[in-house]
């Protein structure tokens, strides 16, 4: 968790897009896309949206003009399958004519590492304002109960941060999700990071693995 957070910092850091399928996913059901009825009642239960639905979300994405210098992918790969087709997805397009191999960047995965008590209260903590300010009631409350500190407005829970689908949630991690990680873990451009720690101290021990990586590169 806090790979949100650490994304859009990533983003702003390196003036290049985050793309995260839970945000498009979530968009989809905002605007009751057909996709979006789809996925919801997988994602409120703490499941997965298929495999094809999601690549397909992702090619669209990626299809467009401002992932040229780069992106960061949130929350995408989550199964040992869609690790394997963002792999041929990539390599397919450095086989395109029109394409410049300097423009497909060699893939980084970054592991944020987080205790299973502290990612409980992260999600369950968790409470978001109309206007995406997010707030966690264990660790950094607003100042009313329930209400945004800069407008007022109430905040909500996701419906898939209650602890029940949480439980269910971590059951999916395991299952699917552990093995993308020991499919990168053996690649060498792989980042593990403890996730324990103050947001500002995450992106620091990032910013240096990616900075380490990029030095150990040019040698
Ligand atoms: P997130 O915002 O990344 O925590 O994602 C919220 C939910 O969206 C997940 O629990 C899944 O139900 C769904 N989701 C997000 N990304 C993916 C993905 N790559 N593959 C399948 N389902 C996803």
Known sequence: MGKGTQAKLLMAEFGIPQISTGDILRANIAGSTSLGVVAKSLMDQGQLVSD????????????????????????????????????????????????????????????????????????????ISPTGRIYNTYSNPPAVAGKCDVDG????????????????????????????????????????????????????AINAALHRLRQSANH
């Open 153 to 204: 407005s109430t905040l909500v829970q996701r419906p898939d941060d209650s602890e029940e689908v949480f439980a269910e949630r971590m059951k999916t991690f395991n299952s699917q999700t552990a093995p993308v990680i020991e499919h990168y873990r053996g690649r060498g451009r792989f980042v593990e990071v403890d996730g324990d720690q103050p947001v500002e101290k995450v992106t620091v």
């Open 52 to 127: 094809d639905l999601v690549n397909q979300m992702v090619a669209d994405r990626l299809a467009q003009p401002d992932t040229k210098r780069g992106y960061i992918l949130d929350g995408f790969p989550r199964t040992l399958n869609q690790a394997v087709w963002l792999d041929e997805h990539l390599a397919g397009k450095l086989k395109q004519s029109d394409c410049n191999p300097g423009e497909i960047l060699p893939v980084v995965a970054i592991h944020i590492v987080v205790d299973y008590d502290q990612l409980l209260h992260r999600i369950t903590g968790r409470r």
